[in-house]
């Protein structure tokens, strides 16, 4: 039988490309090296998997160094010696390891583990994510440019540069420019900016329900297509308020952590929209049960991620064809940073479409001795 037996975690500092932030702080910072964790699964007939956690303290709890040690003394040692194929079993494996407390624990740091494991298994079978799941209802996912920028004048020249890359649809980050009026100044200007595109707004649970509803109600002019996550991942109360409230559909993300938390909403009548993120769900097997309980709800499905580089990109990608998700989804790593270890094949987007990978497992391929050299000794504070 073929075992899980070893699995690395790396720290490694990624190029970046621009300054982006989300209303709890900076994501990336121009010029200051972006830390991913990227992890190694081996198995005992030899077979590499590869997975990425992105550690963001202002979007979520988990630290590099938390994710680091979560990995290496708890979720590794829960994983060696299982069964590759058992995908399943590693989850409950996982919640056996750490108390899921009010959903799920350590998200990031489980999906690294799950999404290498997926990686792996295929590979071992020389089938490709949507081969092993037997499901993939398309082969191009639009992607959106996230709009960067505090003025105005700023996210215009974001937009205008999205443009130029060939993005058609932007997403805009709002609670995070000090007032109403200057929330709706900058949505106005990007609108102007881009009148035919597809706009939809993303809080990262900036707000109250009641100055989410004061910015609903001003957004309404400027046609925005969602509202996501405008109040604190636990408010149902207000999830539900706003759902039923709100002159705009409202997108739920931080808040669906776990398929149960979906199961909550559902039973709540508090959600419209399912935003799908691998990492947040904690892997693929979790995301891909998210998904499916949504569709069987008769709800709407939307793709985003967390800033990942090419590993989690690609995961990403099979996630969301296998849903068949067809509204621009915000996948914006090539946006803000680099993936110098990726080999070919790899990933090609082109005017803001990407191409679902179609090769063994993920799809792409690494250079490990590249990632060796961009491991931290001591990851930064």
Known sequence: MNLIERVEAFPVALPTLRDFAVSGGAVTTAGRPAVRVLVKVTATDGT???????????????????????????????AVGRPLWDLDGLVTAFDRTLSRGYS????????????????????????????????RRRDTIELAWVV??????????SVAEGRRHGYRHVKVKVGLHGSLKAEVAVVEAVRQAAPDAVLWVDANQ???????????????????????????????????????????TIAVDESLRHPTDLATFVRL???????????????????????QLAEDCGLPVMGSGLTESDIGLAASLHLFA?????????????????????????????????????GPGLGI???????????LDHPPV
């Open 48 to 78: 590499t998997g590869w997975g990425e956690a992105t550690p963001i303290p202002s979007w979520t709890y988990e630290t590099t160094e938390s994710i680091l040690s979560t990995i290496t003394r708890y979720l590794a040692p829960a």
């Open 104 to 135: 799920i624990g350590m998200p990031l740091a489980r999906s690294a583990v799950d999404v290498a494991c997926h990686d792996a298994v295929a590979r071992s079978r020389g089938l490709s994510l949507a081969e092993l799941w037997g499901r």
């Open 148 to 157: 960067a920028g505090q003025t105005p004048g700023e996210v215009a020249a």
């Open 206 to 248: 900036a707000f109250t329900a009641d100055a989410a509803l004061r910015l609903a109600g001003a957004l309404v002019p400027y046609d925005v297509a969602v509202f996501e996550q405008p109040v604190p991942a636990n408010d149902l109360a207000g999830l539900r308020r706003l759902r039923n409230a709100s002159p705009i």
């Open 269 to 291: 009548d508090a959600v419209d929209v399912v935003v799908a993120k691998v990492q947040r769900c904690g892997g693929l097997t979790l995301a891909l049960r998210q998904c």
């Open 322 to 358: 296998a849903f068949g998700v067809d509204t621009p989804v915000d996948l914006n790593g090539r946006q803000f940073l680099t993936s110098p270890y990726a080999t070919g094949p790899v990933i090609e987007v082109a005017d803001g479409v990407a191409k679902v990978p179609s």
């Open 365 to 375: 391929e690494v250079d490990e001795e590249v990632i060796r050299e961009l491991t």
